[in-house]
């Protein structure tokens, strides 16, 4: 079995670290701000795409990112968090399957979190923003992370808090969990997958239990 991982909201929780470096970047562009809860709607797509919705002109959007990454790289072990059972989910796991993130954010800096979380060494592939031309909801990131991976005869799963995660699931054609950790409701989750936990860990015991009893997924 894979199981893929996205990060902000399905193990993480970087929401503090996400908003304030977006209001960094506004004040160091001498540029309107905009209302946390419109920057944490956006929540899980690209930094690009958040910054257009944002209002910020396509000809500066890069430069408002180049600023994000800048700051971001500072701040992000000093305020980002695991959420609650995130190290139990990904111990737990490991040991009865292979892991692997897939995520938005930049591989680089996702790979400093995990490392600083102890939990690196469990994943044996992640795929940031950079490692993809099209971003999730497209396939490319599952599909690139199950390139590295011998996915020959395994079942794979994509565990996320966002339709974007189920999505790119289903365009890659594996099977998805939702969980309610993080930024996307039950009823959004629901319309892209019917099976949803409240948290990583329960997706993981669910994943476990499927294994063990070799429950055939219709």
Not at 188 to 198: A, E, G, V, Y
Request: aromatic share 8%; net charge negative.
């Amino acid at each position: 079995m894979i199981i893929l991982f996205n990060l902000d909201g399905t193990l993480i929780d970087s929401t503090d670290a996400i908003v304030s470096t977006f209001h960094h970047s506004f004040d160091v562009h001498h540029a309107k701000h905009p209302a946390d809860e419109d920057i944490m709607a956006l929540i899980g797509y690209p930094l690009d795409i958040m910054y257009r919705e944002l209002g910020v002109d396509e000809s500066v959007i890069w430069d408002y990112v180049d600023t994000y990454k800048d700051e971001y790289r500072k701040i992000s072990t000093i305020k980002t968090t695991l959420l609650q059972n995130a190290k139990e989910a990904v111990t737990q796991a490991s040991e009865f399957a292979v892991l692997g993130i897939v995520t938005t954010k930049t591989g680089t800096y996702s790979k400093v979190l995990m490392e600083h979380f102890d939990l690196m060494h469990h994943f044996e592939v992640l795929i940031g923003r950079e490692d993809v031309e099209k971003p999730k909801p497209d396939a490319e990131p599952i599909l690139k992370a199950l390139e590295m991976l011998d996915a020959t005869n395994r079942e794979i799963w994509m565990i996320g808090d966002t339709k974007l995660d189920l999505i790119s699931a289903k365009n890659a054609g594996v099977n998805s969990i939702g969980v309610l950790s993080g930024y996307d409701n039950c009823d959004i989750l629901k319309q892209h997958t019917n099976i949803i936990f409240s948290d990583a860990l329960e997706a993981v015991e669910f994943l476990q239990n499927r294994k063990k009893t070799h429950i055939s997924f219709t």
